[in-house]
């Protein structure tokens, strides 16, 4: 008892820790107003106007990716204030013009195939409109990550949330346009009111390029070179069951496992986010301090790993259950679902931080080459399950096999990056689950019989 306590003290008086913290309870908030504005959302907007809202959504999400060109990861590695502010702008003249683009494309659009219905005309003309504000938020949200303003960054992403949920349900008059105006327009706000809050991003700067942004642009060209891709194959990778599920497998299938996965990411995403925001900070500054940073990282990694190895297990061995008795029997097949996604959310939560260190080495070609290598094997598994076995069970257990695989080897090769040796790693996690996932199986067995 007396180590547990020194241990609670201990993660107290960090500030590391205590940042996580402070940025775990702000994206708590953020992702609880959206749950409780549902409530009123889904009696004031029909399933339709929801789908053509995420149909929306997703366009202008896949036109963000490559819309800043990534150089808003650099910002974590500028040497100064004033290197911050020339990345900003160059990403931001980027962000501008491949929008406005985007834009001419969508005109042209409308007019080749004179589109004549108001509401969809508005809508095509939101999507560059919501890409553009999507990456000059981040932009923002990097700049605060780079400057530990971490509270900040917190009570952004509430603000966020709740003008997103007033606005949208504010504009139900216009069901067609409601949600994705909210949205458009919560996030210009935001980028509007911090931007002038900033020294890197206030004021405002020529429309040409200056000879420090030249520069700089040429200095961290491997984000557009390879970041862009590998961003948008893990963007194709992360949709490929919406794809693939339903040709195979029907609508209600796709329905249990688009239920078991949202439920289950959202946690992990709120602990994943929290912890690699802070630790991408944390590790730019001790980046040429291999000893304190491979001490750091493996100390991160054995407190998120007995974080989670409880109720993944949990979830692993009786998720059929949980879900029956949680969502009523209907719902058992999806918890079922949960029980083969668990092994690869459990490391999806480990190596999702820890492999922000491949930014802070630069090692964006790597993650190309293991974004595409990931996708492909991902098509394989579902095909092989719809084609081969024609059972969705055989096509998510290979999907979370080969997630599982992939998402071990990158915590492992992020970590050795951060200086932990592979062999301690592997002897912590051995240990760890003998202590705790035998005793489990063991009971589950006992339960069984």
Not at 151 to 174: D, H, M, P, Y
Not at 312 to 319: R, Y
Not at 341 to 346: I, N
Not at 414 to 433: E, Y
Request: proline residues 4%; charged residues 15%; hydrophobic residues 55%.
């Amino acid at each position: 008892m007396p180590g547990i306590r020194n241990s609670i003290k201990n993660l107290i008086k960090s500030d590391f820790y205590r940042d996580i913290l402070k940025l775990f309870s702000g994206m708590f908030f953020a992702r609880l107003f959206p749950a409780l504005f549902a409530l009123i959302i889904v009696r004031i907007y029909t399933p339709e106007n929801f789908g053509i809202f995420v149909l929306y959504l997703t366009i202008a999400s896949a036109i963000s990716i490559v819309a800043t060109g990534k150089y808003e990861s650099a910002l974590f590695l500028a040497e100064s204030p004033d290197e911050r502010k020339h990345i900003f702008w160059l990403s931001q003249k980027i962000n501008t013009a491949v929008n406005l683009v985007a834009l001419a494309v969508l005109l042209l659009y409308i007019l080749i195939f004179r589109i004549s219905d108001f509401g969809r005309i508005i809508m095509l003309l939101l999507i560059p409109f919501y890409s553009f504000s999507l990456g000059a938020v981040q932009l923002i949200r990097n700049i605060l990550i780079a400057r530990k303003s971490f509270k900040t960054l917190s009570i952004l992403e509430v603000i966020r949330a709740v003008i997103t949920g007033i606005l949208q349900c504010a504009l139900f008059v216009f069901p067609v346009l409601g949600l994705f105006l909210g949205a458009v327009c919560s996030q210009l706000f935001i980028y509007v009111w911090y931007s002038q809050r900033l020294p890197e991003s206030s004021g405002f700067k020529p429309v040409r390029f200056s000879t420090k942004e030249k520069e700089l642009a040429r200095r961290y060209i491997n984000f557009p070179k390879y970041s862009v891709a590998s961003e948008f194959f893990n963007f194709i990778s992360s949709q490929l069951p919406v794809f693939m599920v339903k040709p195979f497998f029907g609508e209600t299938m796709l329905g249990l496992y688009s239920f078991s996965h949202r439920y289950i990411s959202v946690p992990i995403q709120l602990v994943s986010i929290s912890i690699s925001r802070v630790y991408i900070q944390k590790a730019q500054s001790l980046k040429n301090n291999l000893n304190e940073l491979s001490a750091l990282t493996f100390s991160l990694f054995k407190k998120q790993f007995w974080m989670g190895i409880f109720p993944f297990t949990i979830l692993g061995l009786w998720g059929a259950e949980i879900f029956g008795v949680l969502f009523g029997s209907e719902w058992e097949f999806s918890g079922y679902l949960a029980q083969l996604l668990s092994p690869w959310l459990f490391l999806v939560m480990l190596s999702s931080p820890l492999s922000s260190v491949l930014i802070i080495f630069e090692k964006q070609k790597f993650s190309m080459n293991y974004n595409i290598i990931l996708l492909v094997t991902r098509i394989v598994s579902l095909a092989i399950g719809g084609f081969v076995f024609h059972d969705i069970v055989w096509a998510i257990g290979l999907y979370s096999l080969t997630g599982f695989v992939f998402f071990a080897a990158l915590g492992a090769w992020s970590m050795k990056l951060a200086g932990v040796k592979i062999a301690d790693m592997a002897l912590f996690v051995a240990k760890a689950t003998v202590i705790t996932v035998f005793p489990l199986i063991l009971i589950k067995l006992w339960v069984l019989n």
